[in-house]
């Protein structure tokens, strides 16, 4: 009783601190830290150890899966050399810095102890980092290197740390050599076995239930089968977690998928927010432990201390060395230019250390001399990194004025590529209505269809343009409405649902209906007003080459600058302008009622149009269907 008492008051802690902290607008991850070092002190609250098995197996694998099957196996691929030179190489070189400031600080702790200690503290936990990232806008390529360098840097780690502590007992270097390509290769092996097991079998499940209750099983069945021949669990949860992910659309249902999405999403944000909690609550009695301590106090503050400088300094030194040395020393192919330091620099500063940094501090054997003082180490690096970087990562990256992601340029890419999946499902359309002959569709189905998906479509182009506007665009209006028309419909079915005349599974059916609409119009009014305000003109095509977007020829002037000429004439209204750039013809876009942008072209045969919207210059093709 007393353990489902403290279980369901660590829920209610995470639940009310994560709100609490989005009320403050404060990162999660350091205000739970800070009530779970309160809340070690308050009386009534059970001494909280955590330890290592609870960690390595009933957190680590479901976190490492989460975040995996979510990652880009292509923008991992992208970025592999420095994601391998800070997951492999950031952690051997802070693993042998540290130990040096450690053995150099206190000398009566043998070398390889003072490594298994740079071992434990090496490992950066993107878990924060991302966090914080995302909320404040950190530029997306960083993003993906924080999050597959915490990936794979923990197995590197645990690696490290079990080779440290053989050494006490002696070891080989070839022994050391070995021990490494075991781990990591068997770790590929079994999560590729895993994955070849799992995608077979989800090519035969129907199921979307069923499908997430076998999501449940491959992180620990990955893990346990890579710890079963002595590989690193960690890298074969991975490999397993990134392939699942990266053939997700090919092996599993929409509606798996969605359902994966979403249980994944709340497990990773729930497991996150208590690790971060739990890690607080370590502070009463590690504190109480150290206080025994024959050191002076002095000498443990400083090996505290210097540690955190030192892991922090390191990963400083190691970002920028590999960055201009190693990663790309010459300027960027791209642009030309040699790449800003200010980007490294928030890398470097994004280091923040999380729970297997603690839970890798209690693998140290009970005998070892001063234990409870590295025990401290760990958790002052854990917390100092936190709470130092963590609170100050928005100030930097304001600071230096890194970019976030451009919102208008990711909307106009969005509607790129849906129109351009749009012009194939349409193609298989045509050429079915065409087999069906002149009799084949009676029923206007084909029709049908294509307004339902221009109706998609245009929900997704009219996020561009002036977000200050004070008209709604048709998609809004007709989110508005229909949300409306919901609420009614909804009341009426839960009127009748108490009546008590209709069956259950009827009403939960119907109902369900109403959701999945209700939650298909969420994603067009998730933005404040639907749009995303003006868009930069796209350093290159998206979606592929094009003659008629890379000609350099300037652009004709706008005939009637913000209005179109032919909706004043025939009296009707536009949404959003284009203009003509060979011409300079002024028109509407397709989401207005008469379509003159549209109908220009194929009058005139002019192939690229340019926004007319205040701010933007991204340009359109019309005949191979890309923005530029």
Not at 53 to 67: D, N, Q, R
Request: aromatic share 6%; charged share 20%; glycine share 8%.
């Amino acid at each position: 009783m007393e353990l489902a008492l403290f279980i369901v008051a660590l829920a209610v802690g995470v639940l009310v601190g994560s709100a609490v902290a989005a009320r403050l607008d404060v990162p999660a991850p350091l205000l739970l830290i800070a009530a779970g070092i309160v809340a070690s002190y308050a009386p009534g609250v059970p001494e909280v150890h955590l330890e290592p098995e609870v960690v390595l197996l009933g957190l680590l694998p479901p976190l490492l899966y989460a975040a995996s099957i979510s990652t880009s196996l292509i923008d991992f691929n992208a970025n592999r050399r420095a994601i391998l030179l800070l997951s492999v190489g950031l952690v051997a070189f802070t693993t042998l810095g540290v130990g040096v400031v450690v053995h150099a600080v206190l000398p009566e702790i043998s070398w390889p102890i003072a490594f298994a200690i740079g071992a434990v503290v090496a490992p950066p936990d993107a878990v924060a980092a991302t966090a914080i990232g995302r909320r404040i806008g950190l530029p997306r390529r960083l993003v993906t290197i924080l999050e597959g360098e915490s990936l794979l840097n923990d197995a590197t780690a645990l690696v490290a740390l079990r080779t440290a502590l053989a050494a006490t007992v002696g070891v080989t270097a070839l022994e050391v050599g070995l021990d490494f390509l075991l781990a990591a290769g068997g770790g590929v092996l079994a999560g590729l076995l895993t994955f070849v097991v799992v995608a077979k079998a989800r090519h035969r499940i129907q199921d979307p239930v069923f499908d997430t209750a076998v999501s449940f099983v491959v992180p620990f069945a990955a893990y346990l089968l890579a710890e079963e021949f002595h590989a690193s669990g960690v890298v074969a949860v991975v490999v397993a977690g990134l392939l699942l992910g990266h053939k997700a659309p090919i092996i599993q249902t929409a509606q798996s998928r969605l359902a994966e999405r979403t249980i994944w999403r709340t497990i990773s944000w729930v497991l996150e927010n208590t690790v971060f909690l739990l890690i607080g609550l370590q502070a009463q009695w590690l504190f109480a432990d150290v206080a025994e301590s024959d050191v002076p106090a002095a000498t443990i503050a400083l090996t505290c201390v210097a540690t955190l400088v030192a892991v922090v300094v390191l990963r400083m030194v190691w970002v920028f060395f590999a960055r201009y040395l190693l990663v790309r020393p010459g300027p960027d192919p791209e642009t030309g230019h040699h790449p800003s330091w200010r980007y490294t620099f928030l890398l470097g500063w994004a280091g923040m250390r999380g729970v297997v940094t603690l839970a890798a501090a209690f693998v140290i054997p009970v005998d070892v001399p001063d234990r409870e003082i590295l025990l401290l180490v760990a958790f002052t690096v854990v917390a100092g990194t936190l709470f130092l970087q963590g609170l100050t990562l928005p100030w930097v990256a304001r600071r230096l004025q890194v970019p976030p992601p451009d919102p208008a340029a990711d909307a106009l890419a969005r509607a790129t590529l849906l129109h351009q999946a749009t012009e194939a499902g349409l193609a298989v359309l045509d050429e079915r209505l065409e087999e069906a002959g002149a009799d084949g569709d009676p029923h206007d189905v084909g029709g049908t269809i294509r307004r339902r998906i221009e109706q998609r479509n245009f929900a997704v182009w009219e996020q561009l343009g002036d977000p200050d506007g004070d008209h709604e665009t048709p998609t809004q209006t007709y989110a508005r409405l229909r949300l409306e028309m919901l609420e009614a419909e909804r009341g009426k079915v839960l009127d009748v649902r108490s009546e008590g005349n209709v069956p259950h599974e009827v009403v939960s059916e119907v109902l369900a209906m109403l959701d999945v609409e209700e939650s298909m119009l969420d994603v067009v009014t998730s933005n404040e007003d639907g749009r995303v305000g003006a868009g930069r003109r796209a350093a290159r095509n998206v979606g592929g080459l094009c003659d008629d977007l890379t000609d350099d020829t300037p652009a004709a002037e706008p005939r009637t600058p913000g209005e179109c000429e032919d909706c004043v004439a025939e009296g009707t209204q536009w949404v959003h302008l284009r203009v003509c750039i060979a011409c300079g013809k002024v028109g509407c876009c397709d989401s207005s009622p008469e379509r003159h942008a549209t109908r220009h072209f194929h009058r005139e045969g002019h192939p690229v149009i340019q926004s007319g919207e205040q701010g933007e210059d991204w340009r359109w093709c019309f005949v191979h269907h890309l923005t530029g």
